[in-house]
């Protein structure tokens, strides 16, 4: 794999929660250092088995910031620190909340995303303005 950025999201990429998440994302990442590729490409599948993680064990996101791989609760509020704004500081409070406590309600909104907010036939396709920050 050639060279990797530090920040990656990667996002379901049927998943119009999902879709509106990641230009969230776009627009809140002053830094402009977080890069995205969806669940289903080539690249977030070389990612994950090159960190022994199981596809099937997805819900909706894996963000891995340098060598780590966060996902769940973890993963949203991990890119939460990376965003402007109070973004940063309501993340911290999040990740004081147990996760034991977080994962649960993450994995309920997770189950339940296709149902709310839909599914596309298609994955996310960005505009070329944001062409360069994806990776597939």
Known sequence: MP????????FDGVCHMCHSAVQFVLRHNRGQDIFFASLQSDIAKQLLAAHGYAENRLQSVVFFDGNTLYTKSDAALQ???KLGGGWRALSLLGLAIPRFLRDPVYLWIARNRYRW??????????????RARFLD
């Open 3 to 10: 060279h990797q950025p530090n920040s990656i999201l990667l």
């Open 79 to 81: 890119v939460g620190k």
């Open 117 to 130: 907010f839909g599914k596309s036939e298609h994955c996310f396709l960005p505009t070329s303005a944001m």
